[in-house]
């Protein structure tokens, strides 16, 4: 199921959409100049070895840089130039987007504009570059129509200045395995191993299968799962990866892992495994493939990230504290459409919910009357006057309050209990924007 909102969002035009006129011109006014960066063209390599840098990472190599550059078109590349520097050639910095889709409560997907690869040189930073950047490719993307933003973030500082919100969190998992006690089912059908190469195929559309049933998650560009198979020529300990599939009785695969064990030389019955990446369809391919590792011998301790807050498997061990969870923000998303996302997602009941929201960039802001029936689909209306509807929960909050319970990962009660909400009856408006799943993103990008 897709929006029910219109999608007048072109992914294509984004792509080679000029940089935005406010922006470059601010950039102009410091001797710096804001300009596209071809994905085919001449300055790419310089544009990804900033990136490289940027991040704290090695220069990259010819076949890296020539892997990279067949798997970017999906990506719209822009970077800063200084034509006054020794390097001018080179960009002091960088942002990678994309159209991308964004599950949303309820099984739908929307259009979101992903962010990724914002670097500032270390030369020229604390000069308001990422900040014209970063304004410059939101504004770009509502001229595009994406009524969402969104990104994963290294600092969590960063972006909440943008109207970014942390959506949907994930959990890190270490598992003392003998200690766990596999209690969950044992479903009929088979664990085998694959080649990666196998698991590379098989994973683009297994994943399609199952990325609307959380919010939070996205639709992954290629280059990625070749990142998580190991099967780009410029991939690191490729070797490492061991690949396995779930299938169920009737042979179809539900399930697909990827994991890496680290030997213990002082004993050898303590090894630890890295779980990469693991995909289940249904109930029966997430505990015949939980169990697979917990069971391994010779591991005592699995270890897994980007996992739900809310994890099923808390529920088939039988020693909870054989887990070690610890939580961190992870998908940041941004409304730019208020409308278009309320409509597009489900609610958890009904109700009125008067919305005033205030937005520092002036994109999204406004006073929205958000009217929720029986069956949880939301109307967003205008709302004018001084006083809320009559019979609608009074809400006040930023964009960036909105924002985060847009997925459903936090209570906008606790948003007022944090005072970040202010709220007439905050309970009443929490019960209408409640999910009943945690939301997740189980990749970074
Ligand atoms: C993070 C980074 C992009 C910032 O670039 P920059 O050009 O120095 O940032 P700006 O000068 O535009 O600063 C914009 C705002 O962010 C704030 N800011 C910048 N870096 C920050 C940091 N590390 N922590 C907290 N706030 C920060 C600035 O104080 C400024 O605040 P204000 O405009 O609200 O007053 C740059 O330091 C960088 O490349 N870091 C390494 C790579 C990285 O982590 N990128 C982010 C990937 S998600």
Not at 7 to 22: N, Y
Not at 307 to 326: F, G, H, K, N, Y
Not at 373 to 385: F, K
Request: hydrophobic share 45%; proline share 5%; with cysteine.
């Amino acid at each position: 199921m897709t929006s029910r909102t219109e999608d007048r969002t072109d992914p294509e035009a984004f792509l080679v959409a000029p940089v935005d006129p406010v922006s470059r011109d601010r950039l102009a006014g410091t001797g710096l100049e804001y300009r596209l960066v071809p994905v085919d063209g001449d300055a790419f390599p310089a544009w990804l070895q900033i990136v490289a840098r940027g991040f704290q990472d090695g220069e990259r190599s010819d076949e890296q840089v020539a892997a990279n550059r067949e798997r970017s078109g999906y990506r719209r590349l822009t970077g800063v130039y200084d034509p006054s520097a020794p390097m001018a050639d080179h960009p002091v910095a960088s942002i990678a987007s994309w159209i991308g889709r964004l599950t949303v409560p309820g099984g739908a997907d929307i259009a979101s504009c992903a962010i990724s690869a914002v670097t500032v040189a270390p030369t020229h930073r604390r000069r308001g570059i990422a900040r014209a950047m970063l304004e410059g490719e939101l504004r770009a993307a509502v001229a595009a129509h994406a009524p969402m933003a969104m990104l994963t973030v290294s600092e969590s500082t960063l972006y909440g200045r943008y109207g970014f919100a942390p959506a949907a969190a994930s959990a890190s998992w270490k598992i003392e395995t003998r200690r766990a006690t596999w209690i969950g089912p044992r479903p009929a059908g088979r664990v085998d191993f694959i080649p990666r190469e196998r698991l590379r195929e098989l994973i683009p559309a297994l994943h399609e299968r199952v990325r609307l049933d959380a919010a939070g998650e996205i639709d992954v560009p290629g280059g990625h799962w070749d990142n998580f198979a190991g099967t780009r020529p410029d991939a690191e300990k490729a070797g490492e990866k061991r690949a396995v599939q779930f299938t169920d009785e009737s042979g179809e695969v539900r399930g697909l892992a990827l994991y890496s064990v680290k030997e213990n030389h002082d004993d050898f019955t303590k090894a630890t495994v890295r779980v990469s990446y693991l995909l289940a369809e249904n109930s029966d391919a997430y505990a015949a493939l939980w169990r697979f590792l917990l069971e391994l011998d010779l591991v005592s301790e699995v270890h897994a990230d980007e996992l739900s807050v809310d994890e099923p498997l808390r529920w088939m061990i039988a020693d909870q504290r054989a887990a070690t969870v610890t939580l961190r923000d992870h998908q940041y998303v941004r409304i730019l459409d208020v409308p278009a996302t309320l409509e597009a997602r489900a609610f958890g009941a009904a109700g009125r919910v008067a919305l005033d929201v205030t937005d520092p960039l002036g994109l999204a802001g406004g006073r929205f009357l958000l009217e929720v029936g029986e069956d949880g689909r939301g109307r967003v209306s205008p709302w004018t006057g001084d006083d809320a509807p009559e019979g609608a929960v009074a809400v006040a909050l930023g964009i960036e309050e909105l924002s985060a319970v847009y997925l459903g990962g936090v209570s906008l009660a606790t948003l007022a209990a944090a005072g970040r909400v202010q709220s007439s009856h905050a309970a009443a408006a929490a019960r209408v924007f409640a999910w009943h799943t945690a939301p997740k993103l189980s990749i970074w990008y």
